[in-house]
């Protein structure tokens, strides 16, 4: 019995849609998600897989169809039938794939503002200062300064004509600045707006609970804490907390991105762009710079470690650098020690007598100990 044309189309269309949802589903094709806002973006692109599964599998299969059906036979040498074209079918290959495209560009705009802050942050915001603090470097880091006071956030829009876009130069990478390109803050008013990514709306005018500023440069990320005045090569963050990052660029466009976060953000010479997120997978991962910024592009990379809350702060103290007001003695200078005192905490681990130790005659023991 010959199968009607009707019942064979809607066969094949159930067995596409059914292929293409689990491919959707199960492409494999994402990393391991390690942020709050990772299963939205891995749900949008498993939606865009699906959908381009099932156009593949249309297109290709009427396709191959088309080649072994309507091939020319043998002995066959008449012309093919004369089509003029199809407007009904011609409307429905034009109509399906651009509601398609409209509802994907609907659902994606949903998608960024669940994810993006929407705007520059308010007009009523006002500076942090922060105190002077002396930074300290792990071995892996190759720069190290002296934190002075300054503002962290832009603020106060409402400034003099021709300071109203400056923006407060962060000064862990003043070594390093192109001082040709000048740092500008938020100025909504005069239509300065930097792009900005996170949070969700629910989370919108909260504040973060870890603030760090980003700084790229050809070719090594710098990251900043304000709050505690360290300075590091790689990226620190804790588990369940909002982590807000402050990003430029000090030379030219750079691209900070994290495949496991989903995220990228751009690093503009010039401008401050924000990019905000909740980390929520213990491990390490790498960050990437996903612009094309010079020779050694593909060597700009650098890892972000996501610790336990106790953890990023057993790291963090022991980042900050000790001041001299925790050591009296090396306040006092060398030449000002007589030799038992500048020796005397290294003469037990040494096992030399104990009257050494007290500080007695040195230079004799010394003058009496026969050369080698």
Not at 176 to 189: D, K, M
């Amino acid at each position: 019995m010959k199968v009607p044309n009707t019942i064979t189309a809607l066969i094949i269309g159930v067995v596409v849609t059914l292929l293409s949802i689990w491919y959707g589903q199960n492409n494999g094709l994402m990393p391991v998600d390690a942020s709050a806002q990772a299963p939205r973006i891995d749900q949008l692109f498993n939606v865009m897989m699906g959908l381009s599964t099932g156009l593949f599998l249309i297109v290709q299969g009427a396709l191959l169809y088309s080649l072994f059906a309507f091939r020319q036979r043998q002995g066959d040498n008449t012309d093919a039938e004369p089509i003029h074209g199809n407007v009904p079918l011609e409307i429905l290959w034009t109509a399906i794939p651009s509601a398609i495209v409209l509802w994907l560009a609907v659902y994606s705009f949903d998608v960024y503002k669940a994810v993006d802050s929407g705007g520059p942050p308010p007009m009523t915001q006002t500076a942090q200062v922060v105190p002077a603090k002396t930074l300290a470097m792990p071995a892996n880091a190759a720069i190290a300064a002296t934190l002075p006071e300054t503002a962290t956030e832009s603020a106060q829009t409402d400034a003099p004509p021709g300071k109203a876009n400056q923006q407060p130069q962060d000064p862990a990478t003043e070594t390093v600045r192109n001082q040709e390109v000048p740092q500008r803050r938020e100025a909504p008013g005069t239509g300065v707006v930097s792009p900005s990514i996170g949070p969700s709306s629910q989370e919108r005018g909260k504040a973060p609970e870890v603030a760090i500023n980003v700084t790229g440069l050809q070719y090594a990320w710098i990251f900043t804490y304000p709050d505690s005045g360290v300075v590091s090569a790689e990226l620190h963050v804790p588990t369940g907390q909002e982590v807000k990052l402050t990003i430029s660029a000090n030379d030219v466009i750079h691209a900070f991105w994290v495949p496991e976060f989903r995220l990228k953000q751009d690093a503009i010479p010039g401008r401050q762009t924000r990019l905000r997120f909740t980390p929520t997978r213990i491990g390490t991962y790498p960050v990437i710079c996903a612009e094309l910024c010079g020779a050694y592009h593909g060597a700009m990379r650098t890892k972000v470690i996501v610790q336990t809350p106790g953890e990023y702060s057993d790291w963090l103290q022991s980042q900050v650098a000790t001041t001299p007001s925790e050591q009296p003695l090396a306040m006092v200078p060398p030449q000002e020690r007589s030799p038992a005192e500048f020796l005397a905490p290294y003469l037990g681990r040494m096992g030399l007598p104990d009257q050494l130790q007290s500080g007695e005659d040195l230079s004799a023991m010394a003058q009496s100990t026969p050369a080698a």
